[in-house]
């Protein structure tokens, strides 16, 4: 060994300097730098798992987020459509109930401008007697009295010709609608209601309407049936007759 250079006795001194070298190393050295590397990977492994988690939880809360905001957004459209559903039933409700008081204060001014007419035709009756009484004193010199005076008065406006009345005998009719210059009094309508049920079957209650333009007597209308003997008509008859 001397030949190739090689001193036995160094030799073997660096071979045990070596192996203790690594005997130190793996008793002392390597452990730990292992350990150490082993607590570097599993500290890598958690930081990834943590990353991992966090942005499956920033992935959750995002998606929790858009669920909360289309809520909100679909709850927003709901408030608005009821909100506006109920202002438009509020609007129909006022105006339904506007048009009901319209109509119930029409109805109530029509009621009392009937009531001020037939008064107001009612009174006239009163100065249309008298009238007449007058001049049927000037004519025939106080030859009738005023009760016979008072009589063609009432028979003017409230009597219908036999012949006319004849025309109803056997009518049937749910409705019957009297038809006077003026308005009756009570005594003449319940007159009336016994003279018409002699001749018609009847099925409801008598009405009551004025119109002065009939000038007198009554027209009478059962159903579709019209019954005239206003003296209008007869007036119109005679002109007619004369004319021709």
């Known amino acids: 060994m001397?030949?190739?250079?090689i001193n036995p006795i160094y030799l073997i001194a660096q071979i045990l300097n070596f192996l203790l070298?690594?005997?130190l190393l793996s008793r002392l050295v390597f452990p730990r730098v292992l350990r150490a590397l082993e607590?570097?990977?599993?500290?890598?492994?958690?930081?990834?798992?943590?990353?991992?988690?966090?942005?499956?939880?920033?992935?959750?809360?995002?998606?929790?987020?858009?669920?909360?905001?289309?809520?909100?957004l679909a709850e927003r459209q709901r408030i608005v459509a009821e909100a506006v559903r109920q202002a438009e039933q509020q609007r129909a409700q006022i105006l339904s109930e506007a048009?009901?008081?319209?109509?119930?204060?029409?109805?109530?001014?029509?009621?009392?401008?009937?009531?001020?007419?037939?008064?107001?035709?009612?009174?006239l009756r009163t100065q249309i007697a008298a009238l007449a009484l007058?001049?049927?004193?000037r004519v025939v010199s106080d030859a009738l009295d005023e009760s016979r005076h008072r009589r063609l008065i009432q028979e003017f406006f409230t009597v219908v010709p036999s012949k006319v009345l004849e025309e109803l005998r056997g009518l049937k009719g749910d409705r019957v609608e009297v038809i006077s210059a003026i308005p009756l009094q009570e005594e003449e309508k319940q007159n009336l209601r016994k003279e018409l049920s002699d001749r018609l079957e009847l099925a409801g209650d008598v009405?009551?309407?004025?119109?002065?333009?009939?000038?007198?007597?009554l027209v009478i209308r059962v159903g579709d049936r019209i019954v005239d003997g206003s003296v209008r008509t007869r007036m119109e008859g005679l002109r007619a007759t004369l004319m021709g």
Do not use: C, N
């Open 99 to 123: 048009r009901t008081e319209a109509q119930r204060i029409l109805e109530v001014a029509r009621e009392e401008a009937e009531r001020e007419r037939e008064r107001v035709l009612g009174e």
């Open 2 to 5: 001397e030949a190739l250079g």
């Open 207 to 217: 009405i009551f309407r004025v119109d002065p333009t009939i000038l007198g007597g």
């Open 134 to 137: 007058a001049a049927a004193h």
């Open 21 to 23: 070298i690594w005997f």
């Open 39 to 72: 607590e570097r990977r599993a500290l890598i492994e958690k930081g990834l798992e943590d990353a991992k988690a966090a942005e499956q939880l920033r992935a959750s809360m995002q998606a929790e987020r858009q669920r909360i905001l289309e809520e909100a």
